[in-house]
């Protein structure tokens, strides 16, 4: 008999994928580790994440506790995590040829912020902020280090959907150089993602079916004031915007855990010749912000996996953390190895 709920667990692997050999190819990252980075914020779970894929040397991160640091301990046990007050006596002290990574949403975190960078005098900073949090003169006033020889300085709006996201999630970027000749510039016009859309589907589960059980109420002529509101196609049980999976997806970034758990889509199923009405899944929303691979959660209670996504969503988007740290490292790192040197022998 065909389960049409698909896996009984979201984790669970489907029997094509048990007896699949994943294999992890390994890039080249010799080198690499000479580009040091130093994570900022309890809102910045999301950099830690992009910085330990490229493959940098993580110095430190910093925040004052909370649940952030236990995942930090759960996913990277490697990594120091340190208060405030330490962190600002770590050396050394203006000269320190790394990269600053964080997320601010408040004038306290950005004035922590500025400590920390006054004490250190980071070669590179890289500043995110969703933009909904904070205006763009406040950004601007925040993120505006000139008096501490920050002269380079580019700042960007990023689109989620222009980065080959699937939301319509916006945040503001600064990066900013001291003691180089030259700003570090994120090189939009070259990016090409934009080019090719995506829609939500593409990152929500065809095998799952409806759900089932229960009786749910919708209506394709009313709309909900509130989050999602403009993306909307209509109502699920009278209080809840329903999404259609052929256009892009809510910023979820701004949506309360409450809403997250409610979620609802009409949604392509390999069970059904037209779109099924259902939640979206925990793993679902981690794919929606570019997490995707239940492989990696496997094991982890749904607390966990909740605790996962709700740090992850108070950084950008993975999409536009890689291209903006990727981008920014490889930068630094050609400026800090020595270029390499091809010898070419012919042979007569």
Partial sequence: MINNLGPVTETDLLPGEMVAVRTRRVLSRKGRCVVRVRVFGKQSLGWLDTAM?????????VCQGGNVKHLIEQLYHDVHIAPLAEALEVPPHRSWDGVLLATIGNQTEGDHLEALIKKWRPLVVVIASHHQCISRATF????????????????????HNQFGGVTVSGWRMCITTTRLNESLNLSLDRMTASLYSRYLQTALDDTIGPDTGVHHWFDMNKRVKGFGDK???????????????????????????EELQELWVLAASVFSKNKILRRITKLELLAIWDYAGKIWYKGMSNS???????????????????????????QLLERMLPATVHVVTSVK
């Fill in 304 to 330: 966990e996996i909740k605790s996962i996504i709700d740090q992850r969503i108070l950084s950008p988007p993975a999409k536009i953390l890689t291209a903006v740290c990727f981008n920014t490292f490889q």
């Fill in 140 to 159: 601007d006033k925040l993120t505006d280090y000139g008096e501490l020889g920050y002269d380079h300085a580019q700042k960007y709006v990023c689109w």
């Fill in 53 to 61: 894929l490229w493959g940098a040397c993580v110095e430190m991160f």
């Fill in 231 to 257: 993306l909307a196609v209509g109502v699920v049980n009278k209080n809840r915007p329903l999404f259609d999976s052929g256009g892009l997806g809510p910023d979820i970034a701004v949506a309360s855990s």
